[in-house]
């Protein structure tokens, strides 16, 4: 999704521009700019390019942009196609510029307006409206940052802005409304960035802005007004994130190494939250100790992956603890009446703490008589962590892969901590605990050990390159992980691939079976697994492929229709979290034989901060 940075600096900012640039290219974005106010002439200066950031960085060793003030952008299209003409920044006769991230929803009848006032649009943007409104409040003798609220007051929708001006060649302003952005504060230099991991190269002190607030930077001042115009104060907060956690190392893609992880992410994401006996509730934040006895219900909302971990925690929830709980996905949640259950907790799952929808599930749900909210979030310092009532980080580090890999598996056993945090003292008796907390001491290990299926995984991936579909089969908390399964493989691979509970399938998929159709299997070891073979075999009678994913001591046998690849036997109880490992890893290698763009698929963007 759209990547903001900005820079104030005694020094020239255009290389600053690109490595941020750089390091946002992970949310997802088609098309690039950057403009600066040149040292020299004092004139705007502006480069746009399609496609990738290295185009860009091309144009710029061509033309050079000199300057200490500049903005810049990657832009993921909503309103026109991608095209340098729509890319950012946008600029109003030659005098300021901005970039945006969210969308404008008056832009129509700001546009129109605008026309008959005399602007000459050269975008299919809902953008430009904004920098015609700017330039006008200027023109009109505001100073810079008044010209910027001004503006805002004229927009509905969402928006991150940066905004440069040649008649204030020494300041940048920022505004925020429902679209993330940061301060960065560096020695005398200012920055702004959609997220701190752009700036984390030349500062780890951090400025977040909120809702409405209006940013004034100079070089050595930061001044912030809040949706009133009252000038507030918001802390400086010292980033933990290393600048280089987001290096790719030795590996092919972010996302393999990002599956490789995985062992590592969840022992952080474990340690100082469980004992040997018991997963301690303040994990949660202090609150917890006494709001978690007092929960009857649950209520969990998330998107895209993030939302299939819910799908899983619903079975440990009403599974383990005999509490009610409903998963949705927060586009949905979020349009329809709600029915809130009595002392019912609101849970958030979410990458990047940023999903517009799921950040506006959680608003609303603040107002509908939630008894508190918790996220599950792998971004400390992101909106749903800070207006979340209690929060459980992932401590995935940075995920870089637009497919998310080790922040599913992170919220997978921070989903369980939870569970079991709920049913502390109440209802899970001491023994089902300590073997509980055992279980996930030892998870990492065992991961390990289902990495180790990585060429075996390989092999099996060469059969489905010329594949256009494929069908995804699972039961109980397996069924999220096919459908975890089959989104990994059209997000990375773009072949068609869809999700069943294995019980479904005689009610429409199975027409779709025959010998073109590979079918993908879940099949631990449990009490569901009998039921599964028989829906295998309601497939191999009709002639399709099967790839089963099974573990040792399920009794299952291979033939010329099945395929098996088994897993060291594994408890049910963490089944989930195991079986995931092998999908990630076959989506991964058919994208790798197909020679798609694995990780940074078409279209899609990684932090959704719009609707
Ligand atoms: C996008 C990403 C997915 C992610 C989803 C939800 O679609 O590409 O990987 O699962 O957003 O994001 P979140 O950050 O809220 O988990």
Redesign the pocket.
């Known amino acids: 999704m759209c990547g903001i940075v900005g820079a104030i600096a005694q020094r020239p900012v255009a290389a600053i521009l690109m490595a941020g640039l750089k390091r946002l290219e992970y949310r997802?974005y088609d098309s690039a700019g950057l403009a600066v106010i040149d040292a020299a002439s004092g004139q705007l200066d502006r480069l746009r390019s399609l496609g990738k950031v290295a185009n860009l960085q091309a144009a710029l060793a061509d033309h050079p942009l000199r300057g200490y003030l500049g903005i810049a952008h990657t832009r993921w299209a909503t309103h026109g196609a991608p095209s340098p003409e729509n890319a950012h920044p946008h600029q109003c006769r030659g005098r300021c510029a901005i970039v945006h991230n969210g969308i404008i929803e008056n832009h129509d009848m700001l546009r129109a307006s605008q026309l008959s006032a005399g602007h000459r649009f050269t975008s299919q943007t809902d953008t430009e409206v904004v920098v015609h409104a700017l330039h006008d409040a200027l023109a009109a003798g505001h100073n810079l940052a008044d010209a910027v609220r001004t503006t805002c007051q004229q927009l509905v929708g969402a928006y991150a802005l940066g905004v440069i001006d040649t008649a204030h060649p020494d300041r940048l302003v920022a505004a925020r409304n429902g679209s993330p952005l940061v301060i960065g504060v560096g020695f005398e230099e200012h920055f702004i960035a959609s997220d701190v991991f752009a700036l984390l190269p030349v500062t780890n002190r951090f400025i977040f802005l909120d809702d409405g607030d209006v940013a004034e930077l100079t070089c050595t001042t930061c001044r912030i007004w809040d949706t009133t115009g009252q000038e507030v104060a918001r802390p400086i907060r010292t980033s933990v994130v290393a600048a280089d956690a987001a290096e790719r190392g030795h590996y092919r893609h972010f996302m393999l190494k990002e599956i490789f992880e995985q062992p590592q992410a969840v022992r952080d994401t474990l340690e100082g939250r469980i004992t040997s006996t018991q997963v301690l509730p303040e994990a949660f934040g202090p609150q917890a100790v006494t709001l978690f006895p007092q929960i009857q219900a649950v209520t969990i909302v998330?998107?895209?992956?993030?939302y299939h971990a819910g799908l899983v925690a619903r079975h440990w929830i009403e599974g383990l603890l005999g509490l009610p709980c409903r998963v949705e996905v927060a586009s949905e949640y979020r349009y329809r009446a709600q029915i809130v259950p009595t002392a019912a907790l609101f849970v958030t799952?979410?990458?990047?703490?940023?999903?517009a929808d799921?950040l506006a599930a959680l608003r609303l749900a603040k107002q509908s008589g939630y008894l508190a909210t918790l996220t599950i979030c792998n971004v400390a310092e992101s909106s749903l962590v800070r207006e979340s009532d209690l929060a459980l980080l992932t401590r995935a580090g940075p995920e870089i892969g637009?497919?998310?890999t080790k922040?599913f598996t992170t919220q997978l056993v921070a989903l369980l901590l939870l569970t079991l945090a709920l049913g502390h003292e109440r209802r899970l008796d001491s023994a089902f605990m300590t073997q509980a907390v055992t279980l996930l001491r030892n998870a990492p290990q065992k991961l390990e050990k289902v990495l180790a299926l990585d060429e075996q995984i390989a092999t099996l991936a060469a059969q489905f390159v010329e594949k256009q579909h494929a069908l995804f089969l699972g039961r109980g908390a397996q069924y999220p992980i096919a459908l975890e399964g089959a989104l990994k493989l059209k997000?990375i691979s773009y072949i068609h691939a869809e999700a069943y509970p294995a019980g479904e399938l005689k009610h429409g998929p199975l027409a779709l079976i025959d010998e073109n159709m590979p079918v993908i299997a879940v099949a631990p070891n449990n009490a569901l697994l009998e039921k599964l073979k028989s829906n295998l075999e309601e497939v191999r009678a009709r002639g399709g492929q099967l790839v089963v994913f099974t573990d040792d001591h399920a009794a299952m046998t291979a033939d010329a229709h099945v395929q098996l690849l088994r897993l060291p036997p594994i408890d049910d109880l963490l089944a989930p979290l195991f079986f995931t490992i092998p999908l990630q890893l076959l989506a991964y290698h058919v994208a790798v034989l197909k020679g798609t763009d694995v990780d940074q698929p078409r279209n899609?963007?990684?932090?959704?901060t719009v609707e």
């Open positions: 997802g998330a998107c895209g992956t993030s799952i979410s990458q990047s703490g940023e999903t799921t637009v497919a998310s922040a997000e899609l963007a990684k932090s959704v």
